[in-house]
């Protein structure tokens, strides 16, 4: 792969079309379109780890994807200031705007997510995979003939958000121009952060795009001269797109590191442990200038020590990410990098995530506040998909037509194909905010009414 013809301006759907001309690049129109957009504001009422609404300020999606974008930007602009070095010639070219193309991806990478985050997805896949939704495996509609194909069937029982923000941003929905968002091909595949279908998921549920989307994700890929993998016949599966590295690092340092920041502000790790774990990122000598520089700047409130400690941290993994990066650009250009950029750190940096990880794992993910909101999450979800369902096989019954009336005409639960039927549903819940669903939800079993 190279560089040049990696970095592409050229956007989904508009293939044709003259570019605008104007002060902004054309990624930075991507950032522009995305931070203005519906699904965008909708992530400020998503949950990230813990419970929404609360007293104390916790991270929701909203906040996650401006901050993964903010250290995205400093991982692309690093990058590509060292790659310039290195590489001279490409001076003139996309390189200099890698930057944007990373903080636009970012921002967009959590687009997808449904309501109540990973546990909203394991209730899609698990509805129809050991649910209710299992018939639909079999099924097949008596006058056409219609039924899901295998990938289709992989399609939703592996559900995942990666492949969903790849839909919503690509899918031609009812009244909007094809391309979907008509975003920038590089900004596109910097999102797809496991580049292959569903039928290759395996266990772990991962995948890039859904098979509605498969013909978009070919074109993308081969326009950018991405390597494609041997895989079974009739899969897909290529090798990731550069930049995604430095997407996915972001990410990685965000939700690690500030996951360790709500978990302090709401007492589940005491200050002392937060210290220990945020001081383990540096070297001794490192470790005495961040005492010296909290002692001179006269910081006593043990919040503002952890947002120091915290900011440190997130500058250092971000020069560790870039080195690493940088350091791995031939491999990475010849589809041969294997890992996260987290994953070839320096050793001191790198044992201090891992403890992190540990630590996240133990106490923060498995407390008892964040389960509670995965068990009710997992109960509203799978409810909500079951109800739509049967009204989206069942459209001629009475509940049913009064069910899909309160659905927006851009999705397309009355299409003629089954395939394209469920995933209107999951299209319509997964846009769904956590207060959205959870209100449908109690309105749908009797336990609210609206006020006439």
Known sequence: MN???LLSSQRLGLETEQQHRDDRTEFQRDYDRLIFSAPFRRLQNKTQVFPLPGSI??????????????????????????????????????????????????????????????SGERAIATYFS?????????????????RLTPTQWNDIIHFDGNANTFRLLT??????????????????????????????????????????????????????????????PGTLRYVRFPLTYLVEAADDICYEIMDIEDAHKLKILTTADTRELLMAYFTPERRDEIHRNLSRLD????????????????????????????????????????????????????????????????HIYHSKDVVDVELAGFRVMTSLVHQMVEAAMNPDRAYSQLLLNRVSRQYQIRAPRLYDRLMAVLDYITGMTDVYALDLYRKLNGMSFPII
């Open 3 to 5: 560089w040049i013809q």
């Open 57 to 118: 300020f916790v991270h929701n999606r909203l906040t996650h994807s401006l901050e993964v974008s903010s250290v995205g930007r400093s991982l692309g602009n690093d990058s590509a200031r060292l790659l310039l070095e290195r590489h001279p010639e490409l001076r003139d070219t996309h390189l200099n705007e890698m930057g944007s193309i990373v903080s636009a991806a970012c921002l967009a990478h959590d687009l997808g997510n449904p309501p109540f985050g990973h």
């Open 130 to 146: 050991e649910g209710d939704g299992r018939w639909l495996q079999t099924y097949c509609d008596p006058e056409t003939g219609d």
């Open 171 to 232: 899918h031609h929905f009812e009244g909007r121009r094809p391309g979907g968002f008509v975003m920038t091909y590089s900004t596109l595949a910097s999102i797809v952060k496991y580049p292959f279908c569903s039928d290759l998921a395996g266990d772990h549920q991962k995948f890039g795009f859904f098979d509605a989307e498969r013909e978009d994700y070919l074109r993308i890929a081969d326009e950018l001269g991405v390597f494609r993998l041997p895989s079974p």
């Open 299 to 362: 910081v006593y409130d043990v919040n503002e020590q952890i947002v120091y400690l915290r900011s440190c941290v997130i500058n250092a993994l971000e020069g560790e990410c870039v080195r690493a990066f940088v350091a791995a650009e031939q491999e990475i250009l010849e589809g041969r990098f294997q890992g996260s950029l987290i994953q070839h750190i320096s050793d001191i940096p790198r044992r201090a995530y891992e403890q992190c990880v540990n630590v996240s794992y133990r």
